[in-house]
């Protein structure tokens, strides 16, 4: 188990995450969306899916894009609560700012459900390659 090297992988994962972290946000806030719209049985369709993804998916960018101005790693923890930020504050004020409205339990959600996620995966890499790094030093 492996993580040096810029072109090698662990277990099929590559060993440079941050490459991976936008796609994986970003992927994120599509489910959310798409769960969302199921669960309140609005119309599933690939245009609505957009138009309702798209203020959280440009919140996305923006908070990898303060990940990245301030030197931060993506796949930091750190890293993750900046782009949780951004994801849920951008997201809901360009929904207002569209006329699709929030709620205070919308915002609760969506902070609630990019936070388990976005972070999660973020924990869960960290703990996998410490639990890595610990073994090969044994």
Known sequence: ?????AGRRWSGVPARPEKWAVLVDL??????????LSAHGHH????????????????ALVGHLLVRLRGAQPVSPAGGVVVVVAT????QVLRVIFGQGTAVSFIAVS???NTLVMLGWRLA????????LTSRGS
Do not use: Y
Not at 46 to 56: D, E, G, H
């Open 88 to 91: 849920v504050a951008v997201g």
């Open 111 to 113: 902070l609630a459900f």
């Open 27 to 36: 992927v994120a806030v599509v489910v959310f969306v798409a769960i969302g």
């Open 44 to 59: 599933e369709s690939a245009a609505n899916l957009t138009q309702v993804s798209a203020p959280f998916l440009v919140g």
């Open 1 to 5: 188990m492996n993580f040096s090297g």
């Open 125 to 132: 890499w960290a703990a996998m390659r410490r639990a890595a």
